[in-house]
């Protein structure tokens, strides 16, 4: 990893030309309401909703920031879309969001947070960083010992092109958007969800609070310091957790509209009492597993615009993560844009054979590579299978390097544990065996998350 602290806490200009972005109103199929007053929101949002209207080709958004809460399932990935075209993302969700951002238009990644390393925010980011150019990252510096997190700095050192920010308060201009990082908590003197990166993103009144997974100490600390402002929009800290407001907090904030990051979990999110601390200040509570990716565009006389998404339909995975007993809920970002079905999985379902091998000669704990999965192509055509994943029925997942290729006739071996991968030969990394002896499914899906191929014994 870059040294932290190797670019001065000084203002940054991110000031690269973007692509067009209208992509993105293609995508987002829902309703459009404008310019939306400050005060009255209700009925604002009825009276403009009617102009608007969904994909409306009309929209002003040129002027506009546009913030997209991606529905990642269980996760956060924010997107910020300036109105010169340059582009934020801050966390990456749990699984692959390149599909996605492709969909979107997005080519490039001014800037890059990971608020902090857990898997639901940083999972998706190392793919980001192999697949197309980021010109920024930042952190809060603080490491983590997952592989997830390994996985994340093997691909930033990967790109030394890519200028290391940390977490220092400062400011960053992307465009005519103003991004205030705020003060963190000392290092070492909390937990990783308490040292959220948390920013504030500006475009003229329009002001919208970021913070990944901050809970009541944080929130309490940055309340102390007086740096929450009076905000638009609020990203619900922690998906809604009841950990993730404080009284305080909001009364300082006093956001006219909260966006949950949410999907199915084992904890609850986001809690009745978050719920009715948004609903007490009088907020609209916007939620990624209800109204699938959430766009909000806001305006420099502090109006704002919502995008909702069509909801996802979701695929019958009942499988649950071991380590954060998460209900699994699979590449959402890649079927909600699609819309169905994927030619590509469809034309290689035919063509690409899946088999596993087990049962390892000695102790399969030991033996890791006794044990591996292979994948055969019959067809007629070499494939990309870069960004496709391999999973065991509990959920365990490898997830093929942006390069890799399934050539005409070939195979590749994907085995357990570790190793140096070649262009045949991929390795989980896992600790322990994954392939169960007795009986297990193996699912090979392609980078939009549609289903290639199934095997089970
Ligand atoms: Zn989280
Ligand atoms: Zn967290």
Known sequence: MPAPGSASPRAIALVTAGLGTCALLAVLAGVVFPQAPRDGYASGLQASGAA???????????????????????????????????????????????????????????????????????????????????????????????ATYRRLLAA???????????????TIS?????????????????????RSVTLVVRYGTFTA??????????????????????????????????????????????????VISVGRNGYGHPRPAALSAYAEIGARVLRTDMDGHVGIQGYRD????????????????????????????????GRAVGGGGVPAAAAAAARVRVSVHADAPGDDHRNLNGEYAVLQNQGDRGLAIGGWT?????????????????????????????GRPDSERYYMGMGRAVWNNSGDTATLRDGTGATVAVFRY
């Open 52 to 146: 608007g209207g969904a994909g409306s080709p009309s929209l002003p958004s040129d002027t506009a920031l546009r913030v997209t809460f991606l529905d990642v399932g269980q996760g956060d990935a924010v997107l910020l879309q300036a109105p010169e075209g340059q582009t934020a993302l801050v966390d990456a969700g749990r699984y692959d969001v390149v599909p996605l951002l492709r969909e979107m238009g997005v080519e490039r990644i001014d800037l890059l947070v990971a608020t902090h390393p857990h898997a639901d925010h940083i999972g998706g980011m190392a793919h980001v960083i192999e697949s197309m150019p980021v010109r920024s990252y930042m952190d809060n510096g603080d490491p983590h010992a997952t």
């Open 156 to 170: 930033l050192d990967a790109r030394p092109e890519i200028t290391y920010l940390e977490a220092l308060p400062r």
């Open 390 to 418: 391999l999973c065991d029925g509990a959920n365990h997942c490898f997830r093929f390097p942006a390069r890799a290729v399934l050539a005409t006739g070939g195979t590749v071996v994907v085995y357990t544990g570790s």
């Open 302 to 333: 502090g109006g704002y615009g919502v995008v909702r998404g069509q909801q996802v339909a979701l695929p019958g995975t009942e499988s649950t993560d071991d380590r954060d007993r998460i209900r699994v809920r699979e590449a959402v970002a």
């Open 209 to 258: 609070f970021l913070s990944g997974d901050s809970e009541i100490r944080q929130l309490t600390d940055l309340v102390g310091r007086g740096v929450v402002p009076r905000m638009t929009l609020l990203k619900a800290p922690h998906h809604g957790s009841d950990n993730g407001f404080t009284p305080a907090f909001l009364r300082a904030g006093r956001p006219e509209v909260v």
């Open 174 to 194: 992307l465009g005519s958007v103003e991004i205030e990082v705020l003060p963190l908590l000392r290092r070492g003197t909390t937990d990783h969800n308490n």
